[in-house]
C-alpha cells in the first residue's frame, strides 16, 4: 500500500457541482480515498499544499507521440504538404529506439505541464516501443498504432496491406489493453478517410464492438481533405463514417473543422466524440472549428494539441486559452468562458474516453489523477476575488505546475521528474532526429 495526504489545498473539484474547497486529498495506492478538512491520516508521502491549487490532470483526447521528435521540422505548410513532404518521410524512417525517446520526449512535457491522460496515435511501425515509454513513465494513455492501407505519395515503408494492419492492431491490444489495471488501454488508429480502404473502416468497426475499445482518427480537419473524400465517396466524410456504422459513441474525432449541419447533428445523435485542436488548426492553418455551434447541437466536445510538428507543443494551458479566444472575434466575448473550456480539458476529456466514472475530477473513489499549481506569481496575480478557474484558463501556464500525480504516483515532485530522466531524454531525442534525418534523403516512394 502506499499513500499521499496533500494538506491545505484550493481544490479544483470539477464534480457534478464544480465545487472548489479548501481542504486536504488523501490518496491510497491508484486512488482519492477521501478529501476533507484536517485530515490526518498517516502517509508515505505528505505534500505541505498551503497557497498551492489542486486540479483533476489534463486529459488530451488527440496526441501523437511518435512525432515529438519532428518538433520545428515542419513548420508553415497546409496539411497535405505537411504530411507528404515531411511528415510521412519523417515517420517512415524511425526505428525503434526513436518511437521509444519521441514518447518519453512527448510525455516528459505532459507530465511537467499537468496532462495526465492522452488519446495517442502513434505511426506504421514499433507501436510496441511507444507503449514501452507509456508504461515506464506512468502516463494514463490510450493509444494505437496508426492504419493506413492506401492512398498517394505514401512512402513505401508505411503502405499497409489491409489484414496485416488489422492483425498488428490486434496483437498490440492484447498484449498492451488493459496493462497495469487499466492504465493503458488501446484504442484503433485508421490515419483518416483519405489513407483507409473500406474493408479496413468496416473491420475497425466491428473490432471497436467486439473489443469494447475506441476508434480515434482525424476527420474534416482540412477543406482539401473533404474535397478528396468527397470526389470518391460522394459525400462528406463525417456522413461517409456514419454510413459505414463507424459513428457511434466510441468513435473520438480529432479536429472536425469543415461540418455542414447535416454532420454536426450526425455526431451530437450517435455519441461521437470531437477532440477539438485549437493550435494545430491554426498552424496548420486548418481553420477554426465550429465549437459553440457543435455546443449548440450538445455534442461532446474535448482538447488536444495534436503533435509536436503542427502546435509546436503539447501544452494544455495554451490549447484552452486558445479554445477559449478564438471564438470570440466571430461570436462574441461571452462565447467559450473559462469554465466551459476548463470542463472540455478535465471531466469532458474524461467523458470522451468512456472514463467519466473514473477520471477527470476530484472526487473520493476516483483515480488519482491530478496536478498541483502554485499559482503565486507575477502573471497570475491579483488573485482577489477572482475565480480560480479563470486564472487557470486565462492567465497560468504551464510553469505554474508543480507537481503531477497520475494512478496515485508523483510522476512529478516539485517539478522534478520521477519516472523520466530529462538529461538522457533530451540527448537522446538529438541522437535520434539526427539519424532519421540522415535517412530521409533515402525514404523510398
Ligand atoms: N491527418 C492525417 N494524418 C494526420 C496527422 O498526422 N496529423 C494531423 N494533424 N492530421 C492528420
Ligand atoms: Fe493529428
Redesign the pocket.
Known amino acids: 500500500m502506499s499513500s499521499i495526504l496533500i494538506k491545505n489545498a484550493e481544490i479544483i473539484t470539477m464534480n457534478i457541482n464544480e465545487e472548489i474547497i479548501a481542504g486536504d486529498i488523501y490518496i491510497v495506492d491508484d486512488r482519492i480515498r477521501e478529501i476533507g478538512q484536517n485530515l490526518s491520516h498517516a502517509a508515505d508521502k505528505v505534500i505541505d499544499a498551503t497557497g498551492r491549487t489542486v486540479i483533476p490532470g489534463f486529459i488530451q483526447t ?3 507521440l511518435c ?1 515529438t521528435l519532428f518538433r520545428g521540422q515542419a513548420d508553415d505548410l497546409e496539411l497535405m504538404d505537411w504530411l507528404k513532404q515531411r511528415i510521412w518521410p519523417l515517420e517512415a524512417s524511425h526505428d525503434e529506439e526513436s518511437i521509444y525517446y519521441s514518447a518519453m520526449l512527448g510525455i516528459g512535457e505532459l507530465i511537467q505541464s499537468g496532462t495526465t491522460t492522452v488519446v495517442d ?1 502513434e505511426t506504421v511501425h514499433y507501436t510496441d516501443f511507444a507503449f514501452q515509454a507509456i508504461a515506464e513513465s506512468g502516463i494514463r494513455a490510450l493509444a494505437g498504432k496508426v492504419m493506413m492501407d492506401k492512398g498517394k505519395e505514401v512512402p513505401v515503408r508505411l503502405r499497409e496491406n489491409t489484414k496485416e494492419s488489422l492483425q498488428e492492431s490486434v496483437d498490440l491490444l492484447e498484449k498492451w489493453h488493459r496493462y497495469d489495471d487499466g492504465r493503458i488501454q488501446y484504442a484503433f488508429c485508421p490515419r483518416f478517410v483519405v489513407s483507409c480502404t473500406k474493408e479496413l473502416l468496416t473491420n475497425v468497426r466491428d473490432l471497436s464492438a467486439t473489443y469494447k475499445v475506441c476508434v480515434h482518427t ?1 476527420a474534416s ?1 482540412n477543406a482539401n481533405e473533404i474535397l478528396l473524400v468527397e470526389k470518391e465517396h460522394g459525400m462528406r466524410n463525417v456522413v461517409y463514417l456514419d454510413h459505414i456504422g463507424l459513428a457511434n459513441e466510441r468513435l473520438i474525432l ?2 472536425c473543422v469543415w461540418l455542414d449541419e447535416e454532420e454536426k447533428r450526425i455526431i451530437a445523435e450517435r455519441g461521437v466524440k470531437v477532440s477539438h ?1 485549437p493550435g ?1 488548426n491554426l498552424k496548420l492553418a486548418s481553420g477554426v472549428a465550429e465549437v459553440p455551434s457543435l455546443l449548440d447541437h450538445q455534442a461532446h466536445v474535448s482538447l ?1 494539441a ?2 509536436a510538428p ?1 502546435n509546436n507543443n503539447l501544452d494544455m494551458f495554451n490549447e484552452m486559452r486558445l479554445a477559449a479566444i478564438i471564438q470570440k472575434p466571430v461570436h462574441g466575448p461571452t462565447a467559450m468562458n473559462a469554465r466551459t473550456v476548463f470542463r472540455m480539458a478535465t471531466i469532458g476529456g474524461a467523458r470522451a474516453v468512456g472514463m467519466e466514472k473514473e477520471i477527470g475530477s476530484i472526487e473520493a473513489g476516483k483515480k488519482a489523477d491530478l496536478a498541483i499549481l502554485n499559482l503565486n506569481d507575477f502573471h497570475v496575480y491579483p488573485s482577489y476575488d477572482i475565480d480560480p478557474i479563470s486564472r487557470i484558463v486565462y492567465s497560468a501556464t504551464r510553469a505554474d505546475v508543480e507537481s503531477t500525480i497520475v494512478n496515485g504516483k508523483l510522476l512529478m515532485d516539485n517539478r522534478q521528474l520521477k519516472t523520466i530522466d530529462k538529461a538522457i531524454i533530451l540527448k537522446e531525442s538529438n541522437f535520434a532526429i539526427k539519424r532519421l534525418m540522415k535517412k530521409l534523403e533515402n525514404v523510398a516512394f
Open positions: 488527440h496526441i501523437h512525432q496515435m482525424h480537419e480529432a479536429h485542436c494545430s488536444g495534436d503533435g503542427c
